[in-house]
């Protein structure tokens, strides 16, 4: 992402954010104040400032840059809307009306943060360029009760999603979704889409979930220890990018909002850890040339 010059400087967002956990707006910029930051909004106040770029010019005029952080502490926090509202110190009807207005704001950024495109940014000839991998997320029972939403990852309804991820950067190059998982399984979400995207002798790198397709290297391909190796620190990085999703509430606990809303917050949480790889926090590197 080239760089941008702030609408808002992220001091504004830190201080606004400290008052919000109940501290002093003055507070001084150090690591506990920033894993406080973190705990409520779940990223950094620069990110905050470059999300405020990017939703600023799509959310009503009468919105202000504190009204993002509303949307951040409800996708990292996830407690109750009178909860949230009180911590904001606004009744529950303006909390929840802003606070989806800047979800589907940062959600709908996902064509202009996360490129098909960017997978062969520093490629070194790799026959594969990403890494895929579907990630589940925890719902409500639907009632009626409907097979299709069982997710054997966690034995429970659920919502599955595609991922893709370029392996020399790390970045997000891919999502997809949502699907049901007890009637989607990762291979065939594969096929759906993102294997039409492939140019011809392109593959991407997957776990043996995707065994079967001419299209995706698994860990069975593998020729020799070496080449084990690099497989399984590009899958193992993946999971790095699931982990950094889960740890927004909104996606580690059972979604208890209506099911259409759950697009909205993975791909807002999408977003927001992408802009995050970009800007200070990227993944650690790996060696793969395969």
Not at 16 to 25: C, D, H, L, Q, V
Not at 44 to 51: D, E, K, N, R, Y
Request: with cysteine; net charge positive.
């Amino acid at each position: 992402m080239p760089l941008q010059k702030f609408i808002v400087h992220p001091n504004h967002f830190y201080c606004k954010g400290m008052e919000y956990t109940g501290r002093s707006p003055d507070s001084p910029i150090n690591k506990k104040n920033m894993e406080r930051y973190r705990a409520h909004f779940g990223t950094s106040p620069g990110v905050c400032a470059l999300l405020w770029n990017e939703i600023s010019t799509i959310v009503p005029r009468k919105y202000c840059f504190k009204h993002i952080l509303w949307g951040l502490m409800f996708l990292k926090v996830y407690a109750t809307e009178s909860v949230l509202a009180g911590k904001i110190g606004v009744d529950e009807d303006t909390f929840r009306d802003h606070m989806w207005v800047v979800i589907k704001a940062i959600a709908s950024c996902k064509l202009r943060v996360i490129k098909f495109e960017k997978r062969l940014e520093k490629r070194n000839g790799s026959m594969c360029n990403l890494t895929v991998d579907g990630t589940d997320f925890r719902i409500q029972q639907m009632v009626p009760f409907w097979k299709g939403w069982f997710s054997h990852k966690f034995k429970g309804p659920g919502l599955r999603y595609e991922v893709g991820l370029n392996i020399q950067t790390g970045c997000i190059c891919w999502i997809n979704g949502p699907f049901a998982p007890g009637v989607w399984n990762d291979l065939q979400i594969f096929r759906l889409t993102l294997k039409t995207r492939l140019p011809p002798g392109e593959k991407v790198e997957a776990d043996d979930g995707y065994r079967g397709d001419e299209r995706v290297s698994t860990p069975m391909d593998a020729q020799n220890m070496h080449e084990s190796l690099m497989k399984d620190n590009a899958r193992g990085r993946h999971e790095t990018v699931n982990r950094r999703f889960k740890q927004f509430n909104c996606l580690s606990q059972v979604f208890r909002h209506e099911i259409e809303k759950h697009v909205f917050c993975f791909e807002a949480v999408a977003v927001i850890v992408e802009m995050g790889i970009e800007n200070g926090e990227p993944l650690y590197q790996i060696n793969y040339y395969l």
